[in-house]
Each structure stands twice: as structure tokens, then as C-alpha cells.
């Protein structure tokens, strides 16, 4: 029998680790703290790549490869990232049988050697703006590991790119922001707030940390995406240079920004229940499963034939067809329900003589008699049905549990007592800021930018400060 | 100026560490043995990933990702690996501050780790065939290093699977090794031999090792790509069980088979000439580079209008527009000469008054003037010229450069005196093989497999043995 998940309501961290291993997502690995990622997770990722990389591309940015091995001194060169990025590293000290001069850092991130090159290939203003993005893995030793949200080692995208101007870099940070809320609502069904991170949030080097903050279905925030501003604080550590248009040299404006399969983590605790995942039909490696469901041989060949049919014309569809013989019907219908496929489509000896086959929908678990003929116009509105709803009810997460408040008493008291978000205007303060995570665990996530919905639906008398918002998160 | 290359038949290799870098493929890092894969080289691997992605899928394999640290122990649990592997592995010694209990290796390939994680995932006959790809970066410590060809740190995709049977691990292994075979001849328009490694030449682990062998233009051999039957020796060092259909438990049979970036080298040393690279058109990450001719600024707008409208017309081809106006369009020609553009298109002021535009062929430097009308089905069909003129021309240098011997005296004066493949049967035979090698530095490359041309144009009295190819080698 395919295995009960724990409720998310009895234990979500519990109900997280069952459904990743019982949906055949990941694996843990022989390495402490590392993780496999099986196909049917590493498909998913496989989608996230397909569409940003496409969208990369349309504005501009080119892939390339760095090593991942990188000189001990040459993470030492930005002071803030050295001390930002210390406490993870992993370090080689010995290869082809030797011990190494100097130790090389298995790359955390790839501000230093790809700013190290771009110190050989930029200049003049002509080689600007450089937009360059490197699909890779990278290392940061976690002590506390949960598979695709914290792991040692992560599949990322890392972009970083070199501009004339400040203005220029701020526009790409927003820009690829921008992509990653995109992504996040058009694809993976997402509902994010945007916004600027705190001085003490922000990433280790940059002038300014943007992100966007997903709301998980037990109510804490996950980061899903970081685009930084860098001002010249690489560029002048790593001694960029170019010649403007009037032949004076200058440091360049530099971002850097990047997700990882901690998306994947993101879409399950965004959309799963207590059945399993429910994935949006825009990444799903199976948008449709097809169950024959034969009870006897003599009718296999009819079914089997009708199925075919369907497949034929379901051809714009990522479908699959679960044909098993040693597992029932219902064993099947729960394991793609665990899996989180979109539809299911059922077609037995009484669809076929009634021209019909069965529509289940994973989303809102109904089934519904659809006849043969036309059948592709139904699936293709009902995986767009699927997408839209999934979407709406992220939203509706998100509203429902956001809060506001005008005092500091009451932020710590909402933080306390309710789960979710909670906004509140306030002055940058890094004092009060620690205090806050002291008394709640809650942290600052975002200052919300261009989010008039939420703004609007504050009514506050008390706006001092920035609108903010602060909440427990992953 | 663009540079001028150093010519082929002057120094080879001189020739091939400037091309790599003038294209723009690839560059030095400051990390010893390492390099960086710059965007036009990230792209071409791109093409060469797109194609052979697919034929993995469609040939039943699925993606996954394992950790890239594997514990030293398991190195050392399959007794020809470690032996084979040691000297070139790289180790983490410390992490997250502190030394770690197990130094981890970092994977040189990765069949230790995903075996052991077969062990786990494999244990009925209804598990078999299990059928994965991983695309990784890997590392092996080398101290003569040469860009694309052989780096301490490069990408590659390397296949792992495991069958009930022997039979089926040979076919599997076959069957990739038909892929590499047909990605080589269609896809990068080389020429490859397919056959069996010697027992002196296979992979550390294998029972027996196949491989592609393709010459080069200074008429070395580059082994491009290689497939291996494992035999039960890692399912017996990991413990993979399953119960056959009698309630048995075996250990299943096992492959694994990859290639690398090296393929990008390949295509600069198959294709090139004293002008730089020749792209095949499947692979160029531009097919079509279209230059603007405009003479003068009243021009201008007329010129940029025609050349819209090709690239319109050319809608199903990767077309690239070079209108930088800060170098000549003769600096450009030679620019995408030296990058191996297939096809470049003139456009100017007279052109567009006789209705026309000029063609010039990369493959083989001839220049036509073509109607504007239909000018994507002349595109179209040039591309396709230019594919097979590259693996005609491919084809002839193998065979105008192979000889057959037979004899061992005839075997060391053939490979002293002249360059290419040099056949001969052959008695397998390490003593005699390490000999040859010192004697005349070339290698057993391969026993040819269902190589008909090659066998028939023998013509021998001596055939003890079986049909073998020496050559030089990179």
C-alpha cells in the first residue's frame, strides 16, 4: 500500500520529510548533510531550469562556467563576504596525492573568481553591461540540514553581471526580481511579496539585498529568490576597471542574484496536503497519468486501444501512463494523488462503451465524466483551471494570515499568538530587530515594494518608519 | 585586428591554445588545471547537452543529481577503482571549521556513490532495468592540462544502470556507445571508430570498456567518449540485491558510459583550419551570422530594413546580427571566420538594389550572390551542405590516413614514420602493448566493433588476432 502521510495539521515538519521521500522527490545520501535528488524531484527542477533559462536568455544573459575551486584568497579579498561566508566553507587541502600551497574553498557562491575574470575581460564601456549566469552546484556546511531547503550541497543559478552605472545595476537587480516573482506566480503558482531585505538579512557584500518571501501552508515565510546590488564593492576589491565614453577609468556597478531546488521545497509546502504534493500543471513532470483500469483480459486490448487513442490526441500534454499489472487500480490512484499529478484520467470498459473517461482533478478532488470526443480541449482548460486556482489559493493564504499592527507590543504579541505575516511600519533598527527574534523567533523578511495590495489594506494611523514585514520562516 | 592564429601545420597545439582563446570559448583560471568555459564555448555545450539530453530520455533514461562528496571508504570498497582513481583525487579535509571525522573525496565519477544508493533503491526484478544520467561537473587532479581536453575540473554526463541480466547490461552499453557513435557522425560531423578497449586501456572497474575514437586534424586520435560493462563487480562491492522472478536473490549487471566537454575539443581539432574554427551547423551556436554593409549614413535605414527582413524570413535559424558600429565589416568577417560561423550573409546598399544577398561558406570558403527571394530555403539547404560536407571531409581524413600492417616491425616503423590510425590484428597482450608505447608512444585505441569499411579494405595474409587500431592519442 502506498504509505499514510503524517497530517500536516499533527506535524508539518513531519508530514515535509514523509512527502519528499514517499513522493520519490529525494533521498537522503551516505554524506552528512547532503542529499540525492531522485528523477522525479530533479524533473521538477528540470522545468524550473527550462523556464528561467529561457527567460535569462530573452533579456540578455548568457550562460558560462566557472570553477567551483577557488583560492583562500580570494574569498578573503571582500571583508564582509569572507566574514559572512567563514563558518560554511569546505575546504580541499590535498589533491593528486599532495598537500596543496594554499587551500582552495569549494565555491559557496562565485562573486570572487567570476569578479576575478571579469577583471580580465572588461575594459572599456563597450564591454558593458556584462550578463553573465552559471547553472552549478555549490557548498555551504549546514549543522542543521532538511532536504532541498538546507542541504551542504545545492543546485543553483547564480547571475552576475557588470554595469557603467549605479542606476543600470539597480535596474538589473529589480529586473531579474522581477523574473523570479514572474516565475514564482505564473509557474509555480506562487504568491510572493517582493522587497528589500534589512541591513542585517542582507547578503554578505552586497549594498543591497532584494528577495521574494513565499507564505508555506503552516503559515512560515520561506526566501525564494535573492537579487543583490553590489555596488563596487567587488569590482573595487577585485580591481574592475573600464574606460568610460570619455576615456576615464571606473569601477563598475555590479548584481549578483540566484535560486536553487529550494524552489522545489517551496512548491511542496506551498500547495501540498495532507494527501501528498499537488503540483502546479506548469511544472509537473506528469501533467496527466492515464490509469487503465482492465478487470479482466478479455477487455484489455479494447482498453488499452482506447488509451492509445487518447494519448494520440493529448500529444501537447506531458502525460503518462501507468500500466503497471502487479498494482491495483486504487494503489495507483493513490500514489499519483501522493505525487501531486494535476489529472487523472481513468478509462475502463464502461467509459469506453459510454464514449466517456473519467476526469480527477488533484487540485480540488473532483471527478467528473467527460466524453471522448473533444477530450483535449477539456484537459488543456483543466490543467489551466488547475494553475489559476492553485495560484488563487496561495493568495488567499497569504491574505488571510497577514496582519497589522501598530506598535511594538503588539508585533511581538501577534508574532506570539497568530501564525503568518505580519506588517507593521518601522525604523531600520538593528537592535530592535535582534530583540524581535529574541521574543518571537520571528524576522524581518521583506520591506514590500510595488505591493499595493498589501499597503492598501492598512489602515494605519502610525506609518513612522517603512512598511515592513516580519514573520518565522525557513 | 583580430589575431592571426598561429597555423596548424607550423604547431598544432600552439595553433589549438590559441584558437580556444581568440574564439572565445574558453579561458585560464587562476586556479591551476582548471579553466572557464566563456559563453560562445558554455553554448556550444549547450547544443551538444540538447542533443544528447533527448536521446537519453527517449531511450528510457532519467535524470537525477548525487552528492559530489563521496566518503573515502566507499573509493576504496571496489579494489580496481581505487587503485585507478587514487592519484588524481581531490579531499576535503575540513568543513564548517572543522576537520572532519572521514576526509570526502571529491567524485572523479560517480559510481560509488550512486551504487551505493542503488543498494537502497534496487530490490525486486520489477526495479530492473534502473536506468540513470547525471549531469555534473567532475574532478581529476591532472598535471599536463590542455583546455577542454584534459582539466581538473570538467562537465560531463555520465549514465548509470543496472540489469538483471549480463545480456542486457551489453546491450545497454552497446546501445550507448550507438548514441555516442550517431551524436559524433550526424550531430558533430566527425567521423569516429567504434570499438573494444584493451585490457590495458579500460576503465578502472569494468569488465570491458568501449569507446569512440575520432582523429584529429594533426591525426591523432581522441578517444571522445566511453561505455562500460561493470559486470556484477560494483553491485557485489555495494550489496545491490533483488529477487528474480523465482524469489532468487542476485546481483544485477551494470554500466556506465559518459562524455565530456572534451567533446568541445573534439570539434575544434576535427573541424578547424589556419583561419580558426569550423562549426558544424547543429552544434554553432550562431548558424548565420548576418553583417550590415553600410557605407554611409544616408544608407543606414534602408540596409537595417533589408536585413530585418531576412532575419524574418529566417525565423527557423539561429541568426545573429553583428551591427556594431565601432569595428569594420572587415574586421568582423575575419571575427566570425576564426569563430566558425557556418553561413555569413552580406548585406549593403547594392545587394539590395540587384535584389541579392552575399553567401559566404565557412566549410568552404566559396562566396555566392543569391536571390532575396527564397533565401531561407538556399539558408536551409546550405546548412545542410555544410553539415555533411564537414563529416565527408571527417571521413576522408580517416581514411586517407589509416594503413595496415602486418607485422610487429611493420606496426613500430608505420607508427614512427607516418601519422593517423595504424590497423594490424592483434593478439591481446599487455607486454607487447606497453612496448609498442614505448617504442613508438602510440596506444591500442580500440578493437574495431561492426566497423565493415575499415575490416574490408584489409586485404591481409596474416589475421591471428583480432582487428586492432594504434594510433597516438591525446
Tied chains: 1, 2.
Excluded at 564582509?80 to 566553507?89: A, D, Y
Aim: charged share 30%.
Amino acid at each position: 500500500m502506498v504509505k499514510k502521510l503524517t497530517p500536516m495539521s499533527e506535524d508539518f515538519n513531519q508530514w515535509y520529510t514523509e512527502i519528499v521521500q514517499s513522493a520519490d522527490l529525494a533521498d537522503y545520501s551516505p554524506v552528512k548533510g547532503t542529499m540525492v535528488i531522485k528523477p522525479y524531484g530533479y524533473a521538477l527542477w528540470e522545468n524550473i531550469q527550462a523556464y528561467l533559462d529561457k527567460r535569462f536568455k530573452e533579456t540578455g544573459h548568457q550562460n558560462a562556467y566557472f570553477p567551483m575551486f577557488i583560492p583562500k584568497s580570494f574569498i578573503e579579498k571582500e571583508a564582509e563576504h569572507v566574514e559572512g561566508f567563514s563558518p560554511e566553507l569546505a575546504t580541499v587541502t590535498h589533491a593528486g596525492g599532495k598537500e596543496l600551497e594554499e587551500p582552495l574553498i569549494v565555491r559557496p557562491t562565485s562573486e570572487t573568481i567570476i569578479n576575478y575574470m571579469f577583471s580580465k575581460w572588461i575594459s572599456s564601456h563597450r564591454d558593458l553591461p556584462m550578463l553573465i549566469n552559471q547553472w552549478s552546484n555549490v557548498v555551504r556546511w549546514e549543522m542543521r540540514t532538511r532536504l532541498f531547503l538546507r542541504t551542504s550541497e545545492f543546485l543553483w543559478q547564480e547571475g552576475h553581471t557588470a554595469h557603467a552605472t549605479e542606476d543600470e545595476a539597480r535596474e538589473e537587480s529589480l529586473k531579474m526580481l522581477d523574473i523570479y516573482e514572474e516565475f514564482a506566480r505564473d509557474i509555480a503558482a506562487v504568491s510572493v511579496v517582493k522587497g528589500t531585505k534589512s541591513e542585517m538579512e542582507k547578503f554578505a557584500g552586497a549594498t543591497t539585498t532584494y528577495s521574494i518571501e513565499a507564505m508555506m501552508n503552516d503559515l512560515k515565510a520561506l526566501q525564494a529568490g535573492t537579487s543583490h546590488e553590489l555596488g563596487q564593492n567587488f569590482s573595487k576589491a577585485f580591481d574592475i576597471k573600464f574606460s568610460d565614453e570619455n576615456n576615464k577609468l571606473q569601477h563598475p556597478f555590479q548584481t549578483s542574484w540566484g535560486v536553487s531546488t529550494r524552489l522545489v521545497g517551496m512548491i511542496i509546502m506551498a500547495h501540498g496536503d495532507d494527501k501528498g504534493l499537488k503540483l502546479p500543471p506548469e511544472l509537473a513532470p506528469h501533467q496527466v497519468v492515464i490509469v487503465p483500469i482492465i478487470p479482466n483480459e478479455d477487455e484489455r486490448s479494447r482498453v488499452l486501444n482506447a488509451v492509445n487513442k487518447l494519448i494520440e490526441s493529448l500529444d501537447n500534454v506531458r502525460v503518462f501512463i501507468d500500466d503497471r499489472p502487479e498494482v491495483s487500480p486504487g494503489f495507483k490512484f493513490n500514489e499519483w494523488e501522493q505525487k501531486g499529478v494535476p489529472i487523472r484520467i481513468e478509462v475502463g470498459p464502461k467509459d469506453i462503451d459510454n464514449g466517456s473517461v473519467l476526469i480527477y482533478r488533484r487540485d480540488d478532488e473532483s471527478k467528473n465524466q467527460y466524453p471522448f470526443e473533444g477530450i483535449d480541449k477539456v484537459v488543456d482548460k483543466t490543467l489551466n483551471d488547475i494553475q489559476k486556482n492553485l495560484l488563487i489559493t496561495s493568495e488567499n493564504t497569504v491574505k488571510s494570515n497577514t496582519y497589522h499592527v501598530d506598535s511594538y507590543d503588539d508585533l511581538i504579541e501577534t508574532l506570539n499568538d497568530k501564525k503568518g505575516f505580519v506588517s507593521c511600519f518601522w525604523d531600520e533598527n538593528k537592535e530592535d530587530e535582534i530583540k524581535v527574534k529574541e521574543k518571537t523567533s520571528a524576522t524581518l523578511r521583506c520591506y514590500p515594494i510595488n505591493n499595493k495590495e498589501i499597503e492598501k489594506s492598512v489602515n494605519s494611523k502610525e506609518n513612522d518608519g517603512n512598511f515592513a514585514i516580519f514573520s518565522k520562516a525557513y
